[in-house]
């Protein structure tokens, strides 16, 4: 089965701006809907998240972020 990952990698800007090179790859984004500390279920439009302590969007993500199991 073919699964979705989104990854956080960083790249250089080479001159002025039209060629990049790749620099590092961070791991693995976590989106809110995906998250263990997403209070509401992802059929939701919103995400109520334990760590940031209030609604944010099912879409959304951050440095926080634990995928759930």
């Known amino acids: ?11 250089l800007v080479i001159g002025d701006g039209a060629a990049f090179q790749y620099s590092d ?3 693995v984004l976590i989106r809110c809907k ?3 500390f997403n209070r509401i279920p992802s059929t939701s439009g919103n995400a109520d998240c334990e760590k940031l302590y209030g609604m944010t969007d099912q879409n959304g993500f951050c440095s926080l972020a634990e995928r759930l199991e």
């Open 25 to 27: 790859s961070h791991g």
């Open 34 to 36: 995906d998250c263990r």
């Open 1 to 11: 089965m073919a699964q979705h990952i989104e990854m956080i990698v960083d790249y």
